[in-house]
T-cell receptor, first 113, second 114 residues
């Protein structure tokens, strides 16, 4: 069963406009959730994580995400896109029994000048 | 600088040859992982290791092998039994096993087999 669904494979925004990357997960009880960013031919960099503390999580580079248990969502947002935000973003959920980190299929963010 | 190194960045091999991808970390992390990335498929777990001299198969272990003889090293061998080895391979580590601990990733190795 799919544990993480990234609802958009591609998102295109203009520089200076808000960014919304959507992620839904399926997991029983107390998941940990992460967002990573990957620039072309590079490794993944952690943007932010949720591990059952505050539901609104702030990350690096102005990104934040809100854990909504009732909607099983963990959408990534940023108030104002920058050209350097163009990259691929991955939502990741960790299940209750360890060592299973499930990656979404990724969302490619394009930022237009 | 602390981090994870993978070498080489690009690797080319002929079909039928085994090839070993290097992964080294100086973060003093206990857990290490190997993932395979294909376009449009996210990352898939090949093998992971929670501690030295121990490792477990992930979701797509067939045709791969690993070793964990030292805490800082977790090499991956792609054998000739792997039917479609061309991919981008990522190594990661985390401070400890457990769902709360984020993974740190290396820069990746792009393997091309012809």
């Amino acid at each position: 069963a799919q544990s993480v669904t990234q609802l958009d494979s591609h998102v295109s925004v203009s520089e200076g406009t808000p960014v919304l990357l959507r992620c839904n997960y399926s997991s029983s009880y107390s998941p940990s959730l992460f967002w990573y960013v990957q620039h072309p031919n590079k490794g993944l960099q952690l943007l932010l994580k949720y591990t059952s503390a505050a539901t609104l999580v702030k990350g690096i580079n102005g990104f934040e995400a809100e854990f909504k248990k009732s909607e099983t969502s963990f959408h990534l947002t940023k108030p104002s896109a920058h050209m350097s935000d163009a990259a691929e973003y991955f939502c990741v959920v960790s299940r209750d029994n360890f060592n299973k980190f499930y990656f979404g299929s990724g969302t490619k963010l394009n930022v237009k000048p | 600088d602390g981090g994870i190194t993978q070498s080489p960045k690009y690797l080319f091999r002929k079909e039928g040859q085994n090839v070993t991808l290097s992964c080294e970390q100086n973060l003093n992390h206990d857990a290490m992982y190997w993932y395979r990335q294909d376009p449009g498929q996210g990352l898939r777990l090949i093998y992971y290791s929670q501690i030295v001299n121990d490792f477990q198969k992930g979701d797509i272990a067939e045709g791969y092998s690993v070793s964990r003889e030292k805490k800082e090293s977790f090499p991956l061998t792609v054998t000739s039994a792997q039917k479609n080895p061309t991919a981008f391979y990522l190594c990661a580590s985390s401070i400890s096993p457990g769902k709360r601990y984020e993974q740190y990733f290396g820069p990746g190795t792009r393997l091309t087999v012809t």
